[in-house]
């Protein structure tokens, strides 16, 4: 079993080539590594959206949402589909499940698009879309806000697209995308009583325009060998052309244009979707990267770029970053390196300061092969360089740390003893290549289950226990080939076993003394292990759970919602002075950008963007450190108390993972009233939580619709149709295009449309005209309007109404909060009877598919370590030894994490798993040293001389892990504290009970003391 050791020290140039190459080849890997902050993310989403602002909310359910629903829902893959209905439209989301592999994800969003594209023609008249979009999950690298102080916003639209040209020129740029412009158009304004004082009306001004503002063919010009086209234009070239355009009146004759309706150039109204940087009006372009580029070096690239923009620009025109993720995983990888050297830096301390400094040297080397090994191969596996992966290799390192202690510690005692270095280092190669490989299999096999995790949860334990796996092959093949080589060159040379004592000596006839005690009475041992153990049991209930923390950026996001119903315009205002607000404050405010009306691009992975809603506004605000923004949250939850009554605020930190922390409590059920009546008394139960930060429906509060009722027998009289009521109705009040005004490379829509003053109260609408053969017609001649309380927004999910209360609190983990709202959802429940049904979702419901998904894999994971175990020992007493010794990690986690007020996170459940393999390791070592003892010892006197020589090597892992992991536990971030405090915990008690566990255990298991035992394996030799 010493093929790799004799191989590595029979070549020692060749060794020397290898582990040069290793280095060199794991540099180049790092250097030329795409970074990232976290892990790819596949967002499994597609959007369906359907139009028809001439159907209730009620007819948008029956006539398009379900269609579209029936349809989606019958393509296998598809795992949920979440329907809103809110102004006009049907906004369709369908997940695709996350067992669906990614290369087939593109095949099921071209079948949603075949299936939908198909019911086209079967949507009811007037309904634009459906349109599918697949590309919800397309994450923002960069933002950039351009602004233009004393410029309009076409010169502001013009700047940005500009900038979005030179962006495009770099090829590292897959899209750049514009947000926030707002397009010019050319409103006649109709003055409702001018025309009815001329007794004009509104066709002949739309059949001049459309007769004139044209270009035609005119046939061609034959000239000698050659044709020229001719083409006839009657283009409009200013707007003093279309004031003085002719019209044509009956029984008035020729009319300037000016004279029927005011002519004003402006822009949309009500704007679309306005952006604003620090209170000024700004068009933003968001910067997508192309996949395999490395976004660290992309930064400098996208700054260069706009630093020569502004350079070049009109003074007044400038271009901000409002978002800019280079930066952030700059900081972030960085951070983790920066762990992962501190981890190290405390390794090769402790090495020094217990086992000499060329040991140290020799074992501590493992660490930058077995890392330039994983680097080297990480690409292969998919794997990029970001925290997740950094913190595999620092999760690693007391694994790579054990199996080079084990050897060295073998070749010290034998060099000692009298033996030759290389001999000694054959000796160990053979001992320990197999249980070190087994040892590193069973490790490799607890965290299989990550590999069969599907979704984002999927994606962050793919990364970690690829990059584990790669690390313990790289730390097995380097000590087994490489460190031996190294050790005989650095060893000093053999000589007779020296009588001089170390302390660690001391220690291991003391703990031998107590297992020679303890063997004898292995039933105290084992029992009170056990009481240990159920007693940490106990107390993991009463340690908080959360799958992902909040980010620790310097930087939050704002939530702004005034009553449903709200214009635009009154949204536009009331973000602009909170804005002007923040930025009040000073130097901590770097910068705030409020997006009105939707909620811009996806910036960050977990980031859903808030939904379009002219009464909303969502606002990213960058501060100057993390600090800062905490306060900076505090007082401007304090500030909209006063200031802004009747709007709602949520001030929230980004999330960190691929959902926002919280709890979703769902309610599905047929009456829209009764889930809208049910999720308040769900809201208000929340809202006596602590720390509460968002607390809403997805459905809002019902708004005042206009019904205008038609009596059409009177309609039919005047020769029309309900279908010229809606447009004639529409085109007044909301615009109507009739032509273009061609102004360069633009095209500016020429809008007809009543006067701001005939548009803004309910007799407007009565005295509204509509057309009916040249006549002109009041509404309220054939009409009544009934005003009406609607549902602002409807909510499906799978087909049937549900609302959604969605609750997050800084004060309290999901888990809490839904403890404190589960006495109000049973009372609830029993209320709405056997129609409803209420449902847990959010962290809850991710947490518990997590750990069902995990829980899958554990019969694969269990099954593999068995067998290993098996090969090792050919004994099912010995398997059960070694597997019995892992709930000893359980005695600790509680301690550390209640201690320290840490939550059992995602990444907790996943350093559990790396601690078994530290345990198993251990006592397979061991339990293999006992058998080779006993082959010249008694079976009592093997287990306390085995313990004695495993002292050191158990102690020095564990003490390398625990010290090794104090930086992150300390300053690796919400995202890697807790993980790094419940291994320190876990393992620093543990390391110590299975030094008494295991012995006494296998004394247990194995009742005979006399004489000398049969190792060769196999149950049926075992005495």
């Not at 139009?51 to 398009?64: K, P, V, W, Y």
């Not at 593109?106 to 594209?117: A, C, P």
């Not at 309900?722 to 009739?738: E, M, P």
């Not at 005695?891 to 790396?914: E, K, R």
Request: with cysteine.
């Amino acid at each position: 079993m010493s093929v790799l050791t004799q191989v590595g020290l029979e070549n020692s140039r060749v060794t020397v080539l290898v582990m040069l190459i290793i280095l060199a080849v794991g540099c180049i890997s790092y250097l030329n590594f795409p970074k990232r902050e976290d892990p790819a993310i596949t967002v499994r989403t597609a959007v369906v959206v359907a139009q028809n602002t001439g159907l209730t909310s009620a007819q948008l359910e029956e006539f398009i949402a379900a269609p579209i629903e029936e349809a989606v829902r019958a393509i296998a893959g598809v795992s949920e589909v979440r329907t809103q209905i809110t102004g006009g439209a049907a906004i369709i989301q369908i997940d695709i499940k996350d067992e669906v592999p990614e290369r087939d994800i593109k095949r099921v969003f071209d079948e949603i698009r075949d299936d939908v594209g198909a019911l086209t023609q079967r949507m009811p008249q007037g309904t634009v879309g459906p349109v599918v979009d697949t590309n919800f999950g397309d994450v923002a690298a960069a933002t950039i806000a351009v602004t233009g102080r004393g410029f309009s916003l076409a010169e502001i639209d013009d700047a940005a697209t500009k900038l979005r040209d030179r962006l495009y020129a770099l090829k590292e740029v897959s899209a750049a995308t514009l947000y926030g412009a707002q397009h010019e158009v050319i409103t006649l304004e109709v003055d409702r009583d001018r025309l009815a004082a001329m007794g004009a009306t509104i066709n002949p001004i739309v059949a001049a325009l459309q007769g004139q503002n044209v270009r035609l063919p005119a046939g061609s010009l034959e000239t000698a060998n050659t044709r020229i086209p001719l083409r006839a234009t009657g283009d409009l070239r200013t707007s003093d052309d279309i004031e003085n355009l002719l019209i044509e009146i009956p029984k008035l004759g020729l009319i300037r244009l000016g004279d029927l309706v005011n002519v004003r150039r402006g822009y949309q109204d009500p704007p679309q979707t306005p952006i604003y940087q620090d209170g000024h009006p700004a068009v933003l372009v968001a910067v997508e990267m192309a996949d395999g580029v490395d976004i660290t070096a992309l930064g400098p690239k996208l700054k260069n770029v706009v630093d020569k923009f502004r350079a070049d620009q009109p003074i007044g025109i400038d271009a901000h970053f409002s978002t800019f993720q280079p930066d952030v995983v700059t900081a972030s990888v960085n951070g983790a390196l920066i762990n992962m050297a501190q981890t190290f830096v405390v390794v090769l301390l402790v090495m020094l300061v217990f086992v000499g400094w060329r040991e140290a040297l020799i074992i501590a080397s493992i660490v930058p092969l077995s890392v330039s090994f994983a680097f080297a191969w990480m690409g292969p596996f998919g794997v990029e360089l970001q925290q997740v992966s950094i913190a595999a290799i620092i999760i690693s390192l007391g694994l790579l740390v054990d199996n080079g202690l084990v050897i060295i510690e073998d070749m010290q005692r034998r060099i000692r003893s009298g033996q030759s270095r290389e001999a000694a280092a054959l000796a160990a190669g053979s001992q320990y290549t197999l249980p070190l490989l087994i040892a590193s299999t069973t490790t490799v096999a607890a965290f299989l289950p990550l590999f069969l995790l599907h979704g984002t949860e999927g994606q962050y334990g793919y990364s970690l226990g690829a990059v584990v796996m790669l690390m313990l092959v790289g730390s097995f093949l380097s000590a087994l080939y490489l460190l031996p080589r190294l050790a005989v060159w650095t060893l000093p040379q053999p000589k007779a076993e020296s009588s001089e004592r170390t302390m660690f000596d001391v220690f291991a006839d003391g703990y031998g003394a107590v297992v020679a005690w303890s063997i004898q009475r292995p039933l105290v041992v084992v029992f009170g292990s056990a009481a240990l153990i159920v007693l940490g049991g106990s107390q993991m209930g009463n340690v908080p759970n959360q799958m992902f923390p909040l980010s620790e950026r310097p930087q939050f996001l704002v939530y702004m919602d005034l009553p449903r119903g709200t214009d635009i315009k009154e949204t536009r205002k009331q973000a602009v002075r909170f804005s002007n607000w923040l930025k009040a404050r000073g130097d901590d405010v770097v910068s705030v950008t409020a997006f009105v009306g939707s909620g811009g691009p996806r910036f960050v992975l977990s980031l859903d963007p808030a939904d379009a809603d002219p009464s909303s506004a969502f606002m990213v605000v960058n501060t100057k450190n993390f600090d800062t923004s905490t306060r900076l949250i505090e007082a401007s939850r304090h500030h909209v108390l006063q200031a802004f009554p009747n709007a709602e605020f949520r001030m929230k930190r980004l999330a960190m993972g691929g959902r926002e922390p919280g709890v979703d409590i769902k309610i599905a059920g047929p009456d829209g009233k009764r889930l809208l009546h049910a999720a308040h008394e769900v809201q208000s139960a929340f809202a006596s939580a602590p720390g509460i930060v968002q607390n809403r429906n997805d459905w809002g509060p019902r708004i005042l619709e206009g019904q205008i009722n038609i009596a059409q027998d009177r309609l039919r009289a005047y020769g029309l149709t309900s279908q010229d009521v809606s447009n004639a109705l529409k085109g007044y009040f909301d615009g109507t295009q009739i032509s273009v005004f061609r102004d360069g490379d633009k095209e500016v829509p020429i809008v007809l449309r009543g006067t701001p003053e005939d548009r803004k109260s309910y007799e407007a609408i009565a005295n509204a005209i509509v057309e009916a053969n040249g006549q002109p017609l009041s509404l309220d001649q054939f009409s009544k309007l009934r005003p009406s309380l609607e549902f602002s927004s409807l909510r499906r999910v799978d087909q049937r109404r549900t609302i959604t209360v969605s609750t997050i609190s800084d004060a309290m983990t999901a888990f809490a909060l839904y403890d404190h709202i589960k006495p109000t959802l049973k009372k609830l429940s029993n209320d709405l009877g056997p129609a409803y049904r209420i449902t847990v979702g959010g962290e809850i419901e991710n947490s518990a598919e997590v750990r069902q998904k995990l829980g899958g894999g554990l019969p694969i994971a269990l099954a593999v370590m068995l067998i290993a175990l098996m090969i090792q020992f050919n004994s099912f007493r010995r398997v059960a030894v070694t597997l019995l010794s892992v709930p000893l990690v359980i005695v600790g986690v509680p301690v550390a994490l209640l201690a320290t007020g840490q939550p059992l996170s995602f990444f907790g459940t996943l350093g559990l798993i790396a601690l078994s393999g530290i345990i198993i390791n251990n006592a397979i070592v061991l339990i293999d040293q006992i058998d080779i003892e006993q082959k010249d010892k008694s079976r009592n006197d093997a287990i306390v001389a085995a313990a004695k020589k495993r002292f050191r090597p158990i102690l020095l892992t564990s003490l390398t892990t625990v010290v090794g992991l104090m930086p992150m536990a300390l300053t690796g971030g919400a995202l890697w504290e807790p993980m790094a405090t419940l291994m320190i915990g876990g393992l620093g008690f543990a390391s110590v009970l299975t030094l008494f566990w295991v012995p006494a255990l296998y004394r247990l298991f194995f009742q005979d003391s006399t004489g000398t035992a049969d190792v060769s394996g196999g149950f049926a030799v075992e005495r």
